[in-house]
Nanobody, 122 residues
Framework: QVQLVESGGGLAQAGGSRRLSCAAS????????LAWFRQAPGKERMFVAA????????YYADSVKGRFTISRDNAKNTVYLQMNSLKPEDTAVYYC???????????????WGQGTQVTVSS
């Protein structure tokens, strides 16, 4: 089992920044690829960004490419999502997830955090 706890959500202005963190506990952190997904009201959960086991490879959804940066610190068992140039359409609940494979589909992730709300006002 891997337990994931997100933090850092809140209110931001359009054009502003926010940094999300996700602390993991349980099994060996470096054995898991990590990702961020988000879910807006009435919509399905969507992929945002993923990072591989060592942190040397990342992948982003087109909608956040160039604005968001995912990173991980295996010594601290933490993954981050730095969000810059925020837009109102970035408003959603953001979820951290862990998987044994470095993929982007929601169904490939085995462990999930409880989510943290990010609201971007215009």
């Amino acid at each position: 089992q891997v337990q994931l706890v997100e933090s850092g959500g809140g209110l931001a202005q359009a054009g502003g920044s926010r940094r999300l963190s996700c602390a993991a506990s349980g099994r060996t952190f470096s054995n898991y690829a990590l990702a961020w997904f988000r879910q807006a009201p009435g919509k399905e959960r969507m992929f945002v960004a993923a990072v591989n086991f060592s942190g040397t490879s990342t992948y982003y959804a087109d909608s956040v490419k160039g604005r968001f940066t995912i990173s991980r610190d295996n010594a601290k068992n933490t993954v981050y999502l730095q969000m810059n140039s925020l837009k109102p359409e970035d408003t959603a609940v953001y979820y951290c997830a862990a998987a044994r494979t470095f993929l982007t589909h929601v169904s490939t992730y085995d462990y999930w955090g409880q989510g943290t709300q990010v609201t971007v006002s215009s």
